[in-house]
């Protein structure tokens, strides 16, 4: 995250368990309510921040008891920066195409009666951007809205 003039800064934890993640959409609402940015977008951040939430509970922390996914969040005028981490090795972000990733989404539904892998496909969908990254030992996903 950039060192721009950012209005509000927070961050929130929540234990490595399924249902967890609504505290998250929780603060977001409340947050939004007393800022008054983005409330336009807010469906669409609270989709997108939480599906990477429920991502780093089952796939970075393996629902593992006494771990915990963080959520740091920045909010400008005209941006709002959702960085959730997880205590999991991450993937090689390096190697992350997003062409690919549509490629091996559509390859699941095809062949299996319950596919996997949406989420992330639905996170590009409703962010301005989604980076990947290491950080104090944490993998996290970086998800931007611009408010246009």
Known sequence: MTDEEWLVGTEW????????EKRI????????????????RLDDMITAVTEACLNAL????KLASGQ???VKVNVSVNRAVYRIYDEGPGFDYTQ???????ETVAEKKL?????????????LSLADRVRFGNEE??????IEFIDK
């Open 137 to 142: 030992g944490a993998f996290y996903t970086e």
């Open 13 to 20: 934890s929540i234990p490595s368990e399924f249902g967890q």
């Open 111 to 123: 062949h299996e009666d319950n596919p996997r892998g949406w989420g992330l496909k639905l996170i």
């Open 25 to 40: 959409s929780a603060n977001m609402v409340q947050l939004s309510g007393t800022s008054g940015l983005f409330g336009d």
């Open 68 to 70: 915990q996914v963080r």
């Open 58 to 61: 089952e796939h970075g922390n």
């Open 96 to 102: 992350w195409d997003e062409a690919r990733l549509a």
